[in-house]
C-alpha cells in the first residue's frame, strides 16, 4: 500500500521533497554521515527530483505522465503533488519480492504491475524513464512502442550514452550517439547501432543533485519531424574495426 497520509506535504508546502533533504545532509555531513548511496536509493529512487525538474516534466505532459519502471512512485508521487495526473508501472514494484532494489520499501505512490507494453496506450501523455536499467532492452522497446503509437514526449533522468542507464539502442533512438562503436572501434560487446534511426531529439535538459557516483540529469525529447527533413543514419565503417 501507497504511504500513508502521514507522509503527505502540508497544506501549502509544494517544497516537501525527503530525497532532496536527505542528499542535503548527507553532503553536509563528513563523508556522507551515516546514510548510504545504497540506503538513500532504496528508500527513495536513483534520481533526485527538484522543483525545476518537476516542473519541466509538468510543463510538457498537458495530458499527464506514464511512468514504466516507477519502482517506489517516488517521482510519480511529486508530479502528483504538483498537480499531474500520473500513471506508473514497473514489471516488479517496489515492496515486491521481485523488486531488486525495493524489496523492503513502501511505495511513495500506487505502482501498477506493468512492463513496455503498457505505455502503447497512453501516447497522450508524457512517457517519464527514470535510470532505466543498463544493457536490458526494455527501455529501448518502451521507445519504440510509445513511438509506434503516436507518442510526443519522452523525459529521461539518467546517465549520457556509455552510462549506467539504458543500452545502445536506447541511447541511438533518443539520438545520443554520434556514431557506432561497435563498427568505429571494433568493439564486440557492444550491439552494432548502424541501421538505427533516432526518434527522438532533444529539447531541453536540467541539472539534478546526485547520489555521490552518479552523473545523471533530466533531458526532455520530442518526437523528430518528417523522415525527409530530419532522418539521421549511422553509416557504418566511418572508423577503424569491423564494418557492413
Avoid: K
Amino acid at each position: 500500500m501507497p504511504r500513508s497520509s502521514e507522509d503527505a506535504p502540508s497544506e501549502g508546502d509544494p517544497g516537501w521533497n525527503p530525497a532532496l533533504d536527505l542528499y542535503r545532509r548527507m553532503m553536509a555531513e563528513p563523508g556522507g554521515g551515516e546514510h548510504t548511496v545504497e540506503a538513500a536509493i532504496a528508500g527513495h529512487s536513483f534520481a533526485i527530483p527538484t522543483a525545476s525538474a518537476l516542473g519541466a516534466i509538468a510543463q510538457v505532459s498537458p495530458s499527464g505522465v506514464v511512468e514504466l519502471g516507477a519502482g517506489t512512485g517516488y517521482w510519480a508521487r511529486l508530479l502528483s503533488d504538483a498537480g499531474v495526473d500520473v500513471l506508473a508501472f514497473d514489471v516488479a514494484p517496489a515492496n515486491t519480492p521481485e523488486s531488486r532494489w525495493f524489496d523492503s520499501t513502501e511505495p511513495w505512490y500506487p505502482v501498477s504491475v506493468g512492463d513496455e507494453a503498457s505505455v502503447a496506450a497512453h501516447p497522450d501523455r508524457t512517457l517519464l524513464l527514470v535510470w532505466p536499467t543498463r544493457d536490458e532492452t526494455w527501455p529501448a522497446d518502451a521507445l519504440d512502442l510509445f513511438h509506434e503509437a503516436g507518442g510526443s514526449t519522452v523525459v529521461y533522468v539518467g546517465e549520457p550514452a556509455g552510462g549506467r542507464t539504458g543500452d545502445d539502442r536506447f541511447h541511438a533512438r533518443l539520438g545520443n550517439h554520434d556514431h557506432c562503436h561497435a563498427c568505429a572501434y571494433g568493439v564486440v560487446t557492444v550491439p552494432c547501432i548502424c541501421d538505427i534511426e533516432p526518434q527522438w531529439e532533444r529539447q531541453r535538459s536540467v541539472d539534478l543533485p546526485r547520489w555521490p557516483g552518479h552523473d545523471d540529469d533530466l533531458y526532455v525529447y520530442v518526437r523528430r519531424g518528417a523522415p525527409s527533413t530530419t532522418r539521421r543514419r549511422w553509416r557504418p565503417g566511418r572508423g577503424r574495426g569491423r564494418g557492413r
